[in-house]
């Protein structure tokens, strides 16, 4: 069973970063598009950033300027470097890797908390 494990959670103060990584448990071939998802407490999940084989890149207007997604092909691993956070980036933070449009794997999530 593929697995994502998600690291670099954790917290941070308000204009602080992390970085998260994700990779794969086990070995998986073909992904398209890999990305980051978040969930806040009382909220739906939402898209963060993702970014296509070719480096193609969706990212949300609440992190434009301060959140950047790269990938590591080789290593079939996806960052998310996060700069000057705020509260309101609190959540967990799910990593997302996807085949087409049928194959969708997620990790467990790691947890952001922005807070003084």
């Known amino acids: 069973q593929v697995q994502l494990v998600e690291s670099g959670g954790g917290l941070v103060q308000p204009g602080g970063s992390l970085r998260l990584s994700c990779t794969p448990s086990?070995?998986?071939?073909?992904?398209?598009?890999r990305g980051w998802y978040r969930q806040a407490p009382g909220k739906e999940r939402e898209l963060v950033a993702d970014?296509?084989?070719?480096?193609?890149?969706n990212v949300a207007d609440s992190v434009k300027g301060r959140f950047t997604i790269s990938r590591d092909n080789a290593k079939n691993t996806v960052y998310l470097q996060m700069n000057s956070l705020k509260p309101e980036d609190t959540g967990v933070y799910y990593c997302?890797?996807?085949?087409?449009?049928?194959?969708?794997?997620w990790g467990k999530g790691t947890l952001v908390t922005v807070s003084s």
């Open positions: 997302n890797y996807r085949r087409g449009s049928v194959t969708s794997y």
């Open positions: 086990t070995l998986i071939f073909n992904i398209n598009v």
């Open positions: 970014i296509s084989n070719g480096g193609n890149t």
